[in-house]
């Protein structure tokens, strides 16, 4: 069985409450596993397991979370060498723009390596009925590709 991991962090809950509604998108496709971890919680171990990855991060002064970054900073030399290419895509809660962060995030997954596999769902403010729609479409869409082998 696939497996599918959403990485999150947020402090205001708008990021929490997206990377909740795409978890439940996951959670659709019986046919793969999924799970939600916070940045700072999760590691290398957790990385490892996932065919998949999901993340989920506010935009923080143009860039992602200061969270996401030891995520990311933590598991990085960890993984290098291993021949496993996981699916990626990437859910930005914004104040701006959240180019940056998504800018900043495809630079860092590409040493990994991951394969970007979905444009990226920006959300300018706090998340709408629509956000969180397209959110749970993310993850039932990620879900769905690993478990069907397409990624």
């Known amino acids: ?18 990377a909740a509604a795409a978890l439940e998108g996951a ?5 793969c596993g999924s799970r939600m971890l916070p940045a700072l919680e999760a590691g290398v171990e957790d990385l490892r397991k996932a065919d998949g990855v999901l993340f989920c991060t506010p935009e923080n002064f143009g860039y992602m979370s200061g969270a996401m970054k030891d995520f990311l900073d933590r598991t990085y030399y960890a993984l290098q060498g291993e021949a496993k290419v996981r699916a990626c895509a990437f859910i930005i809660s914004a104040g701006n723009d959240g180019s940056g962060a998504v800018r900043q995030l495809q630079r860092i997954v590409k ?4 394969r970007e596999v979905a444009d990226p769902l920006i959300v300018r403010g706090p998340p709408g009925a629509a956000d969180l729609a397209e959110a749970r479409d993310i993850g039932a869409a990620l879900a769905a590709g690993l478990a069907m082998g397409i990624f």
């Open 111 to 114: 040493g990994y390596p991951m």
């Open 1 to 18: 069985m696939k497996h599918l991991l959403v990485v999150f962090h947020s402090q205001s809950g708008a990021t929490a409450r997206l």
């Open 27 to 31: 959670h659709a496709e019986t046919e």
